[in-house]
Every structure is written in C-alpha cells, then in structure tokens.
C-alpha cells in the first residue's frame, strides 16, 4: 500500500489536529522527502508532537520511517515517468547542415526580399504550410507578403504590372509541378526567384535565381516527415534574421543621405 493510501485510511481514526496534518501532508508529500520534522511541523502549523501522533496513527513507525517511505515512492514514480516519456530525437544534425549550406545564399536572399515591393509564396501540402508561415512572420514584420495557392492566383500576380515582385518557390523534391511551374511563369516575366528545396539537381533548384538548399536526410516516412519541415523553418528563420540587418543597414544609410547639411 503507498503511504497516500495508508494516510488516507487512517484519517477516519485520527483526531482533529492529527487528521489536519494528514491532509498537508497528502497535499503536499514532497515537504516530507526535504524537511525535517520541525520544518513540517512549522508548515503544519501545529506541534512536532501533533505531527508524529499524525505519523504513527497512519502505521508509520515514526517521521524518519514516514521519510523513507515517502521518498521510495517518489523515486519510483519519477522513474515511470521518465520511463513512459517518448523520446523526442530533434534533427539538429539536418538543421545544422542546411543552415551551413545555404550560408552563401542567405544575404543574397535578404538582399533580394528587402529591394522588393511584393513577395508571392508557392507551395503544395506541407511545404504550403511552411510558405504560410512564411507569410505571416513577413506581414507582421511589415512586408507586403501573399501565399498564392492555384494556377489563377500566380497568373494574377505575374501580370506586367508585377514589378518589384519576388516569387519564393518551396518544395521538398523540387519536382513539385504547381511551384514548379510558377517558377517557370515567373522567370518569362522577368521576376526574380528564390527556391527552397532539398534537391538543388531538381527542376526547381535548377530554375530559381537563388538557391536555398535544406540538407534533411530521408526517413522511412518519406517527405511527409516533420524534419523536412524544421529544416525548412531554421532556414525561413535565419532569412528572416539576414532581412532584418539589411533594412537596418539600409535605414541607416537612408538617414545618412537625408541629414541636412550644415554650414558655418
């Protein structure tokens, strides 16, 4: 029986000031395993003596038989659950390489992102998801961003009076025939590109202006994997980071040029 339930059914025997410790006790039985006698007496609010009355009423021999118990139970509830927790395996590895191989890219995307007016976001099922993310971190860091979803909505956009507009293009395999084909529209219309993709030898990595590689190895459950995902999100993260410091530096050089000139 653990010492809870033996506390439990003791407190029908036990007189008030006894049956009151009990119920700290049960509220609270980690004071026990870390405080001496004293301590949860003081805690109880009532007498060391109430207190071992309380204790021994329950069946305990005495506060130190009670500790014993109480940190035995503990132990070995901590251990199920450590036990019964999933291990998360989090793809730091895949993470860490698609940030080393994309390092050359990065300012180039920035740079491009913080020149345009607009930017348009392709994507199917998951890689989708990812590129309304994208949408919503660059709305609310104040840039004009939309997720474009069919064939009717990328030939809208890419109409000519798209200038300014920058098409990212997200697709695992590179080989996606919707963003695949809004890259191959854009490029006709002048419009420049940037392309997020595991494949840099697919059509996509092959078509888009600048590249940014993700390096997520293949499981078993193929491109429906979350890794691919946080790949391509440490990356989106880190491009977000770089088109930050360029309108910082650019606002900085701005201020420069507009400061009067000042003469004696």
Known sequence: MQFTERIEASLKDMRPGEADVARHLLRDPSRVATNSLRDVAAWCGTSDTTVLRAVRAAGFDGYQDLKYHVLRELTTRESV???????????????????????????????????????????????????????????????????????????????????????????????TSFPVRAVRNAKQAQIRTIGLTNEPASELGQLVDVLLPTQSVERPEGSFSIVPRLCQLAI?????????????????????????KVTV
């Open 81 to 175: 659950q450590k036990s019964e927790q999933p291990t998360a395996q989090i793809p730091t590895e895949d993470m860490q390489a698609s940030l080393t191989a994309c390092r050359s890219t990065l300012k180039k995307a920035a740079a491009m992102l913080g020149r345009s007016k607009r930017i348009a976001i392709v994507g199917s099922g998951a890689s989708g998801g990812v590129g309304q993310i994208l949408v919503d971190v660059l709305c609310a860091f104040g840039r004009h961003a939309v997720s474009l979803l069919d064939d009717q909505a990328v030939d809208f956009a890419l109409a000519p009076s798209s200038k300014g507009l920058v098409l990212v293009a997200i697709s695992h395999s590179g080989e």
């Open 236 to 260: 989106l993260d880190q491009l977000i980071e770089e088109l930050k410091s360029e309108n910082q530096s650019n606002g900085g050089k701005q201020r420069r040029r507009i400061r009067p």
